[in-house]
């Protein structure tokens, strides 16, 4: 399939922490993709800056050895790496001092699109949006993009979203979730919303649960201190866990527009159930081969942090109930994968022999790794010898379907082509982030007062024992993490 690209207009794009791990990581190495494809114009311009001291070769030098390492097909084979670099400017500004404001005032185009990606610790987002406005580089059309996490609970996320309304409007704010840039999270709109097939079927009549899970093969060695301040309820359910419940499970949108489709997200998470204790189970990795446990990770003999939590989770409406959405995620599982199971309810009536391990229809969107859906169905097992059934995969790989487009595409590429472009569909509301801290805030707060430890499990493995039973309890059970 051949894809089409829709160059953006001009822009002038300054990345605050433009030396760190996730600019080198993620941002510069998605911003040449878009560049070897041909979307970003000649005239896009992007300036790099953080505290220390250095010219543009020095800085074009750390990012030609960043785009080697993360972008290597691209770099090595396009040809178009140094023409890329040409972009590239540095301005050293310590965003507590006033060294070099004046600089990136001057540096900006009237005619350009104004966009600043503030990859800092969130603690520095209030100084850098008052500062780009009192220099006068922000306009009222300039785009404005921070990184999670926003808040570490609703207190601080009300203050954060204060801070940088004082110096921008909601409609230039995109807070960044890389998941709902995932090629996935889109088709499962795209397969929910421009499709009749599935809509008859999208509620509680027809679906028995649903499954999301967020699992992770590593650990959190080298970066345990910092994790233990958070855990995975703040570090992955509050965002992105949060975020495939809400596009699972919201109404259409009357239109596919930012805030119409923010509108039904931010109804789901209101309509969320206070979640039971005994529904909720948090654990820690145990040693496994001398590798160490999640407390020696953390450098916390007791630390009372989770790494890894299942839920059993209640949406309140008309569609959801009594379809329960199952919730895991956690660090040191079998494998590195992400996917949204959607299992429907057997057939009304069996006139077939049952099949031994029957687990029915069920729907699997896969995020990670290998992009794309799955519908397991029934047929006959081939052959004579009687109505035997088997289970089978209708599989759709967007790698195979769609060809290397598919492949190429990371979340943070899409995702800064939407800032530019101005499209905020896929970014989080300020609203839709304090919602899901109200929700979020209780169930912390009940851990912290009832002083109950997470239960440990194999690192290797699926997770406690008792999240297993979350699901058998109700006669169900988890689908198998794929190596
Ligand atoms: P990092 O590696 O520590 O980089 C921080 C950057 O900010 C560096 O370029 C640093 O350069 C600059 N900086 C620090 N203090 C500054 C100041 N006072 N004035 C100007 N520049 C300053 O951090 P990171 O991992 O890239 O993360 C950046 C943000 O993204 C954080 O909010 C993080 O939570 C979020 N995030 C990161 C990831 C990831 O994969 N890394 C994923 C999701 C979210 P100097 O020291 O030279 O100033």
């Known amino acids: 399939m051949v894809s089409r690209v829709i160059p953006v207009d001009p822009f002038d794009l300054i990345i605050f922490g433009a030396t760190g791990d996730l600019a080198r990581r993620k941002i510069l190495p998605g911003l040449f993709h878009r560049f070897t494809v041909g979307q970003m114009p000649e005239e896009a311009r992007i300036v790099g800056t953080a505290r220390s001291e250095m010219d543009n070769d020095a800085f074009r030098g750390v990012i030609r050895d960043s785009l080697l390492e993360f972008a290597p097909r691209a770099a090595e084979q396009t040809g178009l790496l140094e023409r890329f670099l040409e972009k590239l400017?540095?301005?050293?500004?310590?965003?507590?001092?006033?060294?070099?404001?004046g600089d990136l005032a001057g540096f900006m185009r009237p005619d350009a699109v104004r966009a600043f990606y503030l990859s800092v610790s969130p603690s520095l987002f209030g100084e850098i949006?008052?500062?780009?406005?009192?220099?006068?580089?922000?306009?009222?059309?300039?785009?404005?993009?921070?990184?999670k996490p926003f808040g570490h609970d609703l207190a601080s996320a009300r203050a954060l979203n204060a801070s940088l309304r004082q110096s921008f409007d909601e409609h230039q704010i995109y807070r960044i979730d890389h998941y709902l840039g995932k090629e996935t999270v889109q088709n499962l709109m795209a397969l929910r919303f421009a499709n009749s097939l599935w809509e008859p079927l999208w509620n509680s009549t027809h679906i028995d649960h649903v499954q999301i899970t967020v699992a992770e093969s590593l650990g959190v060695e080298g970066r345990g201190e910092y994790y233990d301040r958070s855990g995975a309820m703040r570090d992955m359910v509050q965002n992105h866990l949060m975020q495939l419940l809400c596009l699972t499970a919201?109404?259409?949108?009357?239109?596919?527009?930012?805030?119409?489709?923010?509108?039904?997200?931010?109804?789901?998470?209101?309509?969320?159930?206070?979640?039971?204790?005994s529904d909720i189970?948090?654990?820690?990795?145990?040693?496994?081969?001398?590798?160490?446990?999640?407390?020696?990770?953390?450098?916390?003999?007791?630390?009372?942090?989770?790494?890894?939590?299942?839920?059993?989770?209640?949406?309140?409406?008309w569609r959801w109930a009594g379809t329960p959405f199952y919730l895991r995620t956690g660090k040191k599982l079998r494998a590195r994968t992400s996917e949204i199971v959607v299992v429907f309810r057997d057939p009304p009536h069996m006139i077939f022999p049952k099949m031994e391990k029957h687990r029915g229809n069920a729907l699997i969107i896969r995020l990670q790794p290998d992009e794309g859906i799955t519908?397991?169905?029934?047929?006959?097992?081939?052959?004579?010898?009687?109505?035997?059934?088997?289970?089978?995969?209708?599989?759709?790989?967007?790698?195979?379907?769609?060809?290397?487009?598919?492949?190429?595409?990371?979340?943070?590429?899409?995702?800064?082509?939407?800032?530019?472009?101005?499209?905020?569909?896929?970014?989080?509301?300020?609203?839709?982030?304090?919602?899901?801290?109200?929700?979020?805030?209780?169930?912390?707060?009940?851990?912290?007062?009832?002083?109950?430890?997470?239960?440990?499990?194999?690192?290797?493995?699926?997770?406690?024992?008792?999240?297993?039973?979350?699901?058998?309890?109700?006669?169900?059970?988890?689908?198998?993490?794929?190596?």
């Open 281 to 317: 189970v948090r654990g820690q990795y145990r040693d496994r081969n001398g590798e160490g446990s999640y407390r020696d990770h953390a450098g916390d003999p007791n630390s009372q942090t989770e790494c890894f939590v299942a839920m059993k989770v209640n949406v309140g409406n």
């Open 375 to 483: 519908l397991r169905t029934t047929i006959k097992e081939p052959g004579p010898g009687g109505m035997r059934l088997a289970e089978v995969s209708l599989d759709m790989t967007f790698a195979d379907a769609l060809g290397s487009h598919a492949e190429a595409q990371d979340a943070y590429e899409r995702l800064i082509m939407d800032v530019i472009r101005g499209d905020q569909t896929l970014f989080m509301r300020g609203d839709e982030v304090e919602s899901a801290w109200a929700w979020i805030d209780p169930i912390i707060k009940g851990w912290e007062e009832s002083e109950t430890a997470p239960v440990s499990y194999d690192a290797g493995g699926s997770g406690p024992d008792d999240a297993l039973m979350l699901l058998h309890r109700g006669g169900r059970r988890w689908r198998e993490i794929e190596v």
């Open 129 to 147: 949006a008052a500062r780009l406005n009192e220099n006068g580089i922000a306009t009222p059309d300039s785009r404005i993009v921070v990184e």
């Open 89 to 101: 400017s540095y301005v050293c500004v310590d965003v507590k001092g006033d060294q070099g404001w």
């Open 250 to 277: 919201m109404e259409p949108p009357s239109r596919f527009q930012p805030n119409a489709v923010r509108d039904e997200k931010v109804k789901v998470i209101e309509a969320l159930e206070p979640v039971a204790p």
